[in-house]
């Protein structure tokens, strides 16, 4: 199994471009969450699926967007970046959701906006 | 609010010697997850809690939890140079998502 896989490893973006960070997990899991990493501040829950087709919010959605067609991918869309967006962004899959079930980090995404 | 609190946020402490990391919260949970981080690394998933009293051991490190506190705790025993990173507390309030702390940054010198 390769577990939680995200793409790219680092990205730098001007403000304004788009882009789309991607993430995959060949366990079956049905939840699947995106988080960004910001010094000093943990981790915050930006967006998260229950399974496919079902999303919903975090803590800090504004500014993304997410999708859910398939259990095994849950890519995260930056629409239009700004430099607050810079971060490392950590995707995470579980059998199920937190409450039960110890998530699965992938390595990471780390992104500059310039 | 749903908040997680942890202290220290950093902490350098001497080879050998023993210390304790705090993981407070705000309101009822009995869902807590500990997780390590080194630099420049992903999460490690260390220990998960899942009821009042429970404790779990591995090597040096040991977690408890005390729900009606609202309180856990990761012990670190005689540290050793490769315990040094950041550890996360992470809580789960019943809903669908993880509160995660600041995360406290471990340092073992020597």
């Known amino acids: 199994n390769a577990g939680v896989t995200q793409t790219p490893k680092f990205q730098v973006l001007k403000t304004g471009q788009s882009m789309t960070l991607q993430c995959a997990q060949d366990?079956?899991?049905?939840?699947m969450s995106w988080y960004r990493q910001d010094p000093g501040m943990g981790l915050r829950l930006i967006h998260y699926?229950?399974?496919?087709?079902?999303?919903d919010q975090g803590e800090v959605p504004n500014g993304y967007n997410v999708s859910r067609s398939t259990t095994e991918d849950f890519p995260l869309r930056l629409l239009s970046a700004a430099p607050s967006q810079t971060s490392v962004y950590f995707c995470?899959?579980?059998?199920?959701?937190?409450?039960?079930?110890?998530?699965?980090f992938g390595p990471g995404t780390r992104l500059t906006v310039l | 609010e749903l908040k997680v609190e942890q202290n220290p946020l950093f902490l350098s402490m001497q080879e050998g010697k023993n210390y304790t990391i705090y993981c407070n919260y705000s309101?009822?949970?009995?869902?807590l997850y500990w997780y390590r981080q080194d630099p420049g690394k992903s999460l490690e998933s260390l220990f998960v809690?899942?009821?009042?009293?429970a404790v779990k051991q591995e090597g040096r490190l040991m977690a408890s939890l005390d729900t009606k506190a609202r309180l856990s705790t990761l012990h670190i025993t005689a540290a050793v140079h490769d315990l040094s990173a950041t550890y996360f507390c992470a809580v789960n309030f019943g809903n669908e998502k993880l509160t995660f702390g600041t995360g406290t940054r471990l340092t073992i010198i020597p």
């Open positions: 309101t009822t949970s009995d869902r």
């Open positions: 366990m079956n899991h049905e939840y």
């Open positions: 699926s229950v399974g496919a087709g079902i999303t």
């Open positions: 995470a899959s579980s059998r199920g959701g937190p409450a039960y079930n110890e998530q699965f």
């Open positions: 809690l899942l009821s009042n009293g």
